[in-house]
């Protein structure tokens, strides 16, 4: 029916001539977490293996680990918001705002982090992001992230300061989000990670997560 | 300066109990089953839990950490949150954690007979909550 609908109407763009990503999205179990097979650098090897998720996990901060691990929860949604200059991708889990502005001509100097959280304090472990469009596709160009792991969920490759990561997120025939994501980062990785999650449209809507780090602690 | 504050807060405090992770990192498939009393219970973000008291053989009381959902995801995959309460007497099975006396609840045997399981708002699967 979704081919039909766009065979009929066209495909769905938003505002501004861009293709339409809106909407709110929760992880489709069937296609997710799917990273290729990791090859660490010897640096990275050891830095993978001095890695305790125990103790490490930048989650006791309610930060994540990494952009990688922001895409791959699987348990709260995802909003993005379209604008003529920017996109706004709110991560439910511990209330990030990522704001990307497109068309800019490079990064800055400066890399500050495009991802706050509610009390818009920066999150440096996802980077500084640029996008644009190409065609029915957003690309998003992160660097300048801080030292982290790429995601935390059945592995946690670490990402370092070198760390360059390139998005392409677009819908797919059945109306799905799809975000296939490159990694490259020379320290860690001896050659880039790829990583794919897709997102079905999701009946729930954005809530305030509210992550405070003493409340689930016993100790 | 902002990878400084990172570092600062990653290694300025103590490790905590509960935390967003891998569940296959951090419990073992193995399984256990205890009868104990709920104590502070925690319906919190990014994981609820609650504190097992097991009386042991020898008379003594033995706390184990029991790690549900997200409070978001219970809620969202049908949990009532009066579903437990603290006090009661239950017989929980979990997965044994790496960390010493954690354990990822699997389902828990109510007082009035019922077995309340974990059900993801995401998970397509028809799984039911409850079952007798």
Known sequence: ?219 | MLRNLVLTILFSTPALLCAHHSVALVFSQERITFEGSIKELKWVNPHSSFILEVAKEDGTKEEWLVELLARIALERGGWNLDELQNGWNITLTGRIGYRDRALRFVEARLPDGRTLRERSPLDPSDKKIFSR
């Open chain 1, 1 to 219: 029916m979704a081919l039909g609908c766009i065979l009929l109407y066209g495909w769905p763009v938003a505002s501004f001539g861009q293709p339409d990503l809106e909407g709110i999205w929760g992880i489709d179990r069937t296609l997710f977490r799917q990273y290729s097979e990791v090859r660490y650098t010897e640096e990275g090897q050891r830095r993978h293996d001095a890695y305790d998720v125990l103790v490490d996990d930048f989650s006791y901060q309610c930060i994540p680990s990494g952009l990688g691990r922001a895409w791959d929860e699987p348990d709260t949604v995802v909003k993005i918001e379209q604008f003529e200059d920017r996109v706004v991708i709110q991560y439910e889990m511990f209330d990030l705002v990522r704001t990307v502005y497109l068309n800019q001509n490079g990064h800055p100097v400066e890399l500050i982090p495009s991802t706050v959280n509610i009390h818009g304090e920066p999150m440096p472990t996802m980077g500084h992001s640029i996008g644009w469009y190409e065609g029915d596709t957003l690309m998003i160009e992160t660097i300048g992230y801080a030292r982290g792991n790429i995601t935390t969920l059945l592995r946690y490759p670490p990402q370092s300061m070198a760390l360059r990561s390139i998005e392409r997120i677009y819908r797919d025939e059945s109306d799905r989000l799809v975000v296939n994501i490159d990694w490259v980062d020379p320290i860690t990785l001896a050659e880039p990670l790829v990583s794919t999650n897709r997102y079905l449209r999701s009946k729930f809507d954005l809530t305030v997560y509210g992550c405070i780090k003493e409340e689930f602690d016993h100790e």
